[in-house]
Each structure stands twice: as structure tokens, then as C-alpha cells.
């Protein structure tokens, strides 16, 4: 086929024409071979730029198109459109970026100029190498799997549920709500956590779009968003239930720092030191005692309980150790309670008004280090180092130990069943810690709530409705999903079988075909991400629109 | 495995003899079927690589021949490329060949789950040509040689090789630091203790002479291998000086060809991928005055090392089979050298240990970034 290639050089306003001498650029690059027209325009993205576009590919028979204009972050898919409405495939352009990687970022005007020229004509060598890549789509099932029956689970599922989308919840305990069903009240508010859950779980067992499995576990999820095979197994039901769903939401919550980690605080040595959620149970039973029976005068709360171990802080232990001095004070109010901690977290709009109000008579905040507890005749001793340095000690009724948040025992092995990795402290890893905090390495599986990492309630149900977004802006009823056309090729006569390829694909899209003895890439899952064919010593694996080809001419005029 | 063990077995006539005794001995009682074992070839001027399920052939096999015209790893690989088969077989090469074949089984080209890999202390090889130009003279030089330890008519790879007698199989035959009449089997892995378990040979005996006389001999080839790489870096070092030693090269490929771990199906450097339209060429020739054909030459070689060169043992079969003499293996020696130190990586060492490129870890190479800040 013969190449017509037509380059459109834009002046963004003055964002490029004024370091970047156009029509020198536009004289540069207009004998090149193949190039059958080269114009400037003021603005190319504006309703008028594409229109002038479109008629322009339509007037000279573009059939390869460069743009030398902003960068792809920016207007990529705008002139992808163009294409398409000018009827050629929208893989046969590429985007020169000469405003962020050289306009913006080049003092002189004839350096810019030069490096505009250079950047239009590795754009020109590797147009000429682009095939056309067409839009593929597959049918999806709009079904969610969530795994956890917690606060994060139950909002998610009520979020997603709907008479043509329907929602398994699996819960492994015999009963819904997770954590929360042990605290009596919830900070900032002092509500009763009740508030929170009681009705939605009401309303879970009403909605017939969602059916909830307890007692159970998830045993395998195989396929791809949109299409998931699912087998839950049930305790002591030999047979699992199989279930196909387009989403899998982890939401399994968290665990405690084991104490036994830490002896120095004497943890199951001593009678009446508590773990937070010992005491929470404790409260929420109606009375807080000691084990003789006798109501605690005076009580140590000790913080960040396994932070040096764990290597990070747990974010919640400092407002829950301040809803423990209002429990406290609201059945105890003369009771002395010491808070020694290594530093305070209370961020948030509200927060810092309820330390405000929860500090005051008989409660002291104890900045310290080496905390240990020991047995004192009746009492328990604190020793610890103050601010200051100073060896110091307190005698007290009642300990109780703000551990950190850990993930679940389960964790590891829940990551392998869902195709995704653990990141720091092991919590499931999430994409991008800013820009994608509940997607994950697989697409389709997303994570909410304290299996990401610890968090309060608020964020977990900001989590669980980001969640659901991201799955009701996906997974359309009836809609099919568009899936990546970039993607990696295996070449069959290439390939010898090494599996390199597949012990570097992050996202499980290369099977093996024993048979063949080579690996296959599965299109629907491959994300083109192109370790597989940085990985592949014999060159067989290639990403379409990075073919060696192509990226090999761009480099060639790119250095020239 | 903690330091290998061994026994002593007494040599009834020669060495070769009663290593070839013992493989028989092997098939015998079942614990081979087959054994992949050198023989010189009727007219007495090579050696290759046959699969022996005839008992009777063994009188012909040659334990360590003088000279690498195929690489064993190449052998085994044939054998187990589709898979393990049921057949029971053993392997008797030199420490490279073997180190060769862990690599191939670690880049899925053969399956050892049925093979027995016995290296053999190795004394080097000649060079293929010289071998050619007189095979007999050549045979009592090599035999004459191997027993004086001098490596000085072998191969220059060989001369700079600290890894003659690396245990990476499952057993091995020393010959070094044995008594006269004797050799010693020692075991480097379950199944090569299971198998001597078998042969009824406990492996109770003193070994330290052997271990001994390897580490000074590898103290010493070390040593030698790290002044010629410095040599040689000084000499080809830069791409200009790069060039310059690859002047001659005819771009005949043999080099990958016979290369024990260069396994693709199709190279690269003979794909389409590599064939560029007229107009390229001439824009080529345009920005530098002009193009050298065949075009691709270093490239081709640069491919290659950056490709293989984790994966490389230093066998030397590339340097024999380049027919205008350029000192590829000592270059893919000192290449290898580099980039598997990067790694910590040792090729061929143990199955165990994975390919750097497919084993991710958050520290290694900072070195390098400290080098660009």
C-alpha cells in the first residue's frame, strides 16, 4: 500500500509558537519521503481544528497521520476520534509531543525548533510502520462477587445490587457485620454502632439481588473481568457452589498484631490487661470490671502496640483509645485514665475537637518509650521512659493494649485465589497508592476497606462506594466491555518454550499450549504492558503498536 | 547438600576403561537405560555424541575426547526437548556441558527428571583445528597433557577456565588428587546418592585430596582468568575498539549455531525484523557517508551477549567453530563474567537457582543507578 502521510503541526495558541519556530519546522519536514502534505494550524483540538482535520485526510488521501501538538496524556484519543470520523483506523497516527517535552521545557528557540523538527520525523519514521489495530469488545457478566461481610462488603452490596446485577456476598464467620458488631459506640459521633449496621442488614436480607453465603469460603476465581468462574465451599458441605461474576470485591477486613510478640507488656502473664477488643466486648457487655470483680479506679490505655514490629502506624488506635476514655468516663466517671503513646494521630475535620473534649480532669496523655508492664502486689506497674528521658513508673488497675492492624491470617492465600500481589505489610497491594487505591494489578478485582490497610469506618465505606463506581462505570447490564487492542503477540514460528514470558507476565494472560510447546497470550487479559517481550530471549513476543520495527525507526531519526 | 562426599573406586586397567566398567555396571542393574556418552568415530578423526542402549558399544565410548565438536548440552536437549520419555538416561560430559544442559532445563529446552548428569574433571580441550590437521599427533598431546596438567596446547577459554571440575550434575568422577589405579565418584545430589545407594558403593571415603587439589587449581585458573579479562578489556574495550575486533567477522552466525544455549527455533538476527527497505539503507549511508554490508555484524553480536550472556558458560564451542579466528569465547567469557556477577549469578551452578531475568528483587542493581547519578 502506498503510504500517504500528512503532518499537522498545531501553535497551541502560544504555547508552542512562540519557543517554536513553525514554519521552519513545517519547511523541515515537507520533502520527507512519503509526506504528501504538512500544514500548521492554530489549534488543532478545537471544534475547528478537527473539522479542518477531517476534511484535510478526506482532501489528500491521508493514510498515515502525524500530529505534532501536546502530549498524548492530553489529547491522544481527540485525534483518535478525528481518524475515525475520517474513516481511517485510528492506530495509523501518531502524536509528536512538541509542547511538554520541548516547547515547555526549552530555553532557546532554535535548540526547540531543532528538537520540534526531530520529534516530527521519529513520529514520520514510525507512522509508516503502524498497522491497523481494531477495537474489540467482549460480552460481560454484570454479577459481583464480594468476599468479606463486614461494614465494607454489606455497603458495597447494597451500593451494587439491582434487579439486573447481582450481588454474592461470602462471608467465612456465621454471621454478618465483621468487626463493627463488637463496639458499642463509634467516634467521633458517640452513635451506637448499631445505627450503622442494623438497617443495612435489614435491607441485605430483603434485596432478592443479593445472595449471601456464611460459614463459607471463596476456593477459586478463574477467568477475567467480566468474566469470572467462581467456587465457594460452604463448612461441611462437600459439593462448592459455582457462580460466574464480572467483578470479585475483596473486602476481608483485618487482624490484630499477635501480643505474644511483644512480652513486655504482659499480655496473658498478668490478670486484667486487655487487648482493645477484649475491652471493647467488655463494654459493650454493659459493665467494665476487673476479674475480681471490683470496678478499675485507675486505667493505663497503651498505644501503638507493635508499631516497631510491624514497621508502620495503624492509623485508628489513637481515635479508638479516645472513644475508650469516653466509655470509661461515661460508666466510671472518677476513674484516672493514663494514655501512653509515641505519637498522636488524630487528623480529619472532627477529630481534633473530640480530643479536645475527651481530654480534661483525670485524663493524662504520657508521651513515652520502652513501655512494660508488670505485676505490682495488687496492681500493674507501668514503666516507661518519659519525654524527657527520665525513668518513670504508674501504678494502675487496668491495662489495655492498642495493637496494631495486621492483615487477616487468610491474606496470602486469598491474594493467590484472586490473581493479585501483597504490598506493604502485607495487605493486599492496591494499583497506585494515590491515583488507584482500590484497583488492583488484575482488572476487575478491587479491594475496600482494612484489606488494603488500616483504616476507620468512614474510609472503609468511602472505599466500598468507590469500589462499586468503578464496577457500575465498567460492567454496564447488556453492555459489552471494550478490552485493550495494544496488546502482546506470541509468534508461534518464533517461540521455543522457555516460559520466561510467563514468569514475568503480572497479569496471568500467557498460558502454555503443551501441545505446541510454546505460550499462548490471552488477548482479553493482556494488558500490553510488555515485560513478556523485554522477558522473551528469542524475540517472539512483540506488542503490537511497539513492534520492534516501529520503536527501532523512531529511535533511528529520534538520534540521527 | 553440605559438602559433597564420596568413594574411592580402584581403576582395574586404565581410568576410561573403569569409568565406562561402571557405567555398565549401571545399566546392568537397571539403574540406566541408556547412557549419552562421546565416541570416536570409525575413521578416528572426531568424536560425537551417541545415545548407547547397546551394552556392547561401550568399547568404543570416550570419556572427555580431545576435542567439543558438538556440545553435550545440544545432546541432551535433542533427547528431552519434547519431554522426559520413560527411558532412564545418563549423561557423561565435561562440567560445562553439564552447566549448559541446568541452563537449557531452566529455559524449559530439556527435562532432566529421568537424566543423570556425571560430569568428569576436565583437563580442556584442543582446539578444533589443530586437532584436525593431525588427529593422532593430536591424541597423544591431549592424553599427554591431561596427564602433566598442563593446559598450555588448550584452548585459550580453556587455559582461563576456573570451573574444570564444578560439581552441577548429580555425580561427578575426579581423577584429580586420586591415587594411581584409582578415581573417585563423589555424589552432588539426592538422586546421585540414590543411585550409588544401588550400585552398592558407599560413599564413606576421603575425598579431601581431590577437594584440595580443585580448589588450587581453580584458585589458580581464577586468577589467570581475571588478568587475561583485564588484558582483553583493555583491548576491545569501547565500541570503536569493539569494532576493530570484529573486523573479520564473515557473519556466517556459526558461533550461534553451535552455541549450547543460543536455543531459539529462528534467530532473531535472520528474522524480518532485521531487513530494512532500500530507502533505509540509503538513509543510513546518507547520515554517515556510507554503510558496511552485510549491514548487522556487531549488532548481531551485541544480540547475542545480551541475550545470552547470563546463561553462558564458557565452553568455547564458538571460538572453534569461527573460521577467521576472532577470540569470541574469551570475549563471552569476560561479558558473562560482568553481567552474571551483576546477578550474583552463576550459570549453570544449580537448577535451583532462577534466571536473573526472571527473578525480581527490589535491591539488586543499585549499583548501577549510583553509577548514572
Known amino acids: 500500500m502506498e503510504r500517504k502521510i500528512g503532518v499537522y503541526v498545531c501553535e497551541c495558541g502560544p504555547n508552542i509558537a512562540e519557543k517554536v519556530d513553525i514554519d521552519k519546522v513545517v519547511g523541515a519536514v515537507s520533502s520527507l519521503d512519503g509526506v504528501v502534505v504538512v500544514e500548521k494550524y492554530k489549534l488543532l483540538c478545537s471544534a475547528d481544528g478537527k473539522k479542518f482535520l477531517e476534511e484535510e485526510i478526506k482532501k489528500h488521501g491521508i493514510t498515515h497521520l502525524v500530529i505534532a501538538a501536546c502530549s498524548p496524556k492530553q489529547h491522544e484519543k481527540t485525534f483518535m476520534e478525528v481518524c475515525e470520523n475520517a474513516g481511517i483506523n485510528p492506530y495509523l497516527y501518531q502524536l509528536a509531543n512538541i509542547r511538554e517535552q520541548c516547547a515547555w521545557i526549552t530555553e532557546d528557540k532554535d535548540e526547540a525548533t531543532k528538537k520540534a523538527i526531530r520529534l516530527i520525523k521519529a513520529a514520520i519514521g514510525r507512522v509508516k510502520y503502524h498497522s491497523s489495530l481494531e477495537k474489540k469488545e467482549i460480552e460481560c457478566n454484570p454479577a459481583v462477587l464480594i468476599i468479606g461481610g463486614g461494614v465494607a462488603g454489606i455497603n458495597a452490596s447494597l451500593e451494587l445490587a439491582s434487579p439486573d446485577r447481582k450481588i454474592y456476598l461470602v462471608e467465612k464467620t456465621s454471621s454478618l457485620g465483621g468487626m463493627i458488631t463488637n463496639f458499642e459506640k463509634t467516634y467521633p459521633s458517640m452513635q451506637p454502632s448499631s445505627h450503622i449496621l442494623k438497617q443495612k442488614i435489614l435491607d441485605m436480607d430483603k434485596n432478592e439481588n443479593i445472595q449471601v453465603f456464611i460459614d463459607s469460603n471463596v476456593e477459586e476465581i478463574i477467568g477475567f473481568f467480566g468474566n469470572f468462574e467462581i467456587k465457594v465451599k460452604k463448612k461441611e458441605v462437600d459439593e462448592p457452589a459455582e457462580f460466574e461474576v464480572g467483578a470479585v470485591m475483596l473486602a476481608t477486613g483485618s487482624n490484630f498484631f499477635d501480643l505474644k510478640k511483644t512480652p513486655q507488656y504482659g499480655y496473658e502473664k498478668f490478670d486484667n490487661i486487655f487487648t482493645a477488643l477484649e475491652f471493647e466486648k467488655m463494654n459493650l457487655s454493659g459493665e467494665i470490671s476487673l476479674k475480681n470483680g471490683k470496678t478499675p479506679r485507675s486505667v493505663a490505655i497503651i498505644h501503638c502496640v507493635g508499631r516497631d514490629e510491624k514497621g508502620y502506624c495503624s492509623e485508628i488506635c489513637c481515635m479508638y483509645s479516645l472513644k475508650f476514655i469516653r466509655y470509661l468516663k461515661d460508666k466510671i466517671p472518677d476513674a484516672q485514665v493514663s494514655n501512653f503513646y509515641s505519637d498522636l494521630c488524630i487528623p480529619g475535620k472532627s477529630y481534633q475537637k473530640f480530643y479536645e473534649q475527651t481530654k480534661g480532669k483525670n485524663v493524662d496523655f504520657i508521651r513515652s518509650t520502652n513501655v512494660e508492664v508488670t505485676k505490682k502486689e495488687n496492681k500493674l506497674s507501668i514503666k516507661y521512659i518519659d519525654e524527657n528521658g527520665n525513668k518513670n513508673s504508674l501504678l494502675v488497675d487496668m491495662v489495655i493494649l492498642a495493637p496494631a492492624i495486621e492483615p487477616t491470617s487468610d491474606v496470602s492465600e486469598l491474594a493467590e485465589i484472586a490473581g493479585i500481589s501483597q504490598g506493604d505489610g502485607g495487605f493486599f497491594a492496591e494499583e497506585h497508592e494515590k491515583l488507584n487505591p482500590v484497583s488492583t494489578s488484575t482488572d476487575g478485582v478491587y479491594i475496600v476497606g482494612c484489606a488494603q490497610g488500616p483504616k476507620n469506618i468512614s474510609d472503609t465505606i468511602v472505599q466500598s462506594g468507590a469500589a462499586a463506581g468503578k464496577i457500575l462505570a465498567s460492567l454496564i447490564p447488556g453492555k459489552k466491555m471494550e478490552i485493550e487492542v495494544k496488546t502482546s503477540h506470541i509468534s508461534e514460528s518464533f517461540c521455543i518454550g522457555c516460559k520466561v514470558c510467563i514468569s514475568v507476565c503480572s497479569y496471568g494472560a500467557i498460558t502454555f499450549d503443551e501441545a505446541k510447546k510454546i505460550s499462548v497470550v490471552n488477548e482479553v487479559i493482556c494488558r500490553g504492558c510488555g515485560n513478556c517481550v523485554a522477558a522473551c530471549p528469542s524475540g517472539a513476543a512483540t506488542s503490537k503498536h511497539f513492534t520492534f520495527k516501529q520503536i527501532h525507526q523512531e529511535l533511528l531519526e529520534a538520534v540521527k | ?373
Open chain 2, 1 to 373: 547438600m553440605n559438602k559433597p562426599t564420596g568413594a574411592v573406586i580402584s581403576a582395574k586397567s586404565s581410568t576410561k576403561k573403569s569409568i565406562i566398567d561402571f557405567l555398565e555396571k549401571a545399566m546392568d542393574k537397571g539403574v540406566f537405560d541408556a547412557v549419552i556418552v562421546p565416541m570416536r568415530v570409525p575413521a578416528g578423526d572426531s568424536f560425537a555424541y551417541v545415545l548407547i542402549k547397546d551394552k556392547s558399544l561401550f568399547k568404543d565410548a570416550f570419556p572427555i575426547p580431545p576435542v567439543m565438536f558438538v556440545q553435550g548440552a545440544k545432546a541432551v536437549s535433542s533427547v528431552t526437548r519434547l519431554g522426559k520419555g520413560n527411558m532412564k538416561i545418563a549423561a557423561l560430559m565435561r562440567p560445562c556441558e553439564i552447566r549448559a544442559t541446568i541452563e537449557l532445563a531452566k529455559l524449559g529446552q530439556t527435562d532432566l527428571e529421568n537424566m543423570t548428569l556425571i560430569s568428569m574433571d576436565c583437563p580442556g580441550v584442543l582446539p578444533t583445528s589443530d586437532f584436525l590437521s593431525d588427529p593422532e599427533k593430536g591424541m597423544k598431546q591431549f592424553d599427554e597433557a591431561a596427564k602433566n596438567l598442563d593446559d598450555k596446547i588448550m584452548r585459550p577459554v580453556c587455559q582461563i577456565c576456573d570451573k574444570s571440575s564444578m560439581m552441577a550434575g548429580d555425580l561427578h568422577i575426579g581423577t584429580l588428587g586420586a591415587k594411581k589405579d584409582t578415581f573417585f565418584v563423589i555424589s552432588n545430589s539426592q538422586k546421585g546418592n540414590d543411585i550409588l545407594d544401588k550400585l552398592g558403593i558407599s560413599l564413606k571415603d576421603n575425598i579431601d585430596s581431590w577437594h584440595a587439589k580443585v580448589k588450587n587449581i581453580s584458585e589458580e585458573k581464577l586468577k589467570k582468568r581475571k588478568k587475561a579479562h583485564k588484558d582483553l578489556k583493555s583491548e576491545i574495550g569501547g565500541l570503536d575498539n569493539l569494532l576493530d575486533a570484529y573486523n573479520q567477522c564473515i557473519n556466517c552466525h556459526n558461533c550461534m549455531r553451535v552455541c549450547p544455549v543460543c536455543y531459539c527455533r529462528l534467530c532473531y538476527f535472520d528474522s524480518d525484523n532485521v531487513k530494512h527497505p532500500s530507502e533505509d539503507y540509503l538513509q543510513m549511508a546518507e547520515s554517515k557517508g556510507s554503510i558496511r554490508f552485510l549491514p548487522d555484524t556487531i549488532f548481531f553480536q551485541m544480540g547475542r551477549m545480551m541475550h545470552m550472556s547470563l546463561s553462558c558458560v564458557s565452553c568455547g564451542a564458538c571460538e572453534d567453530a569461527c573460521p577467521v579466528s576472532i577470540p569470541v569465547a574469551q570475549i563471552f567469557s569476560m561479558i558473562s563474567d560482568e553481567t552474571q556477577g551483576l546477578f550474583d549469578y552463576v550459570s549453570g551452578r544449580s537448577l535451583e537457582e532462577p534466571l536473573p531475568l526472571v527473578a525480581y528483587k527490589e535491591e539488586e542493581l543499585h549499583e548501577m543507578e549510583d553509577a548514572n547519578d
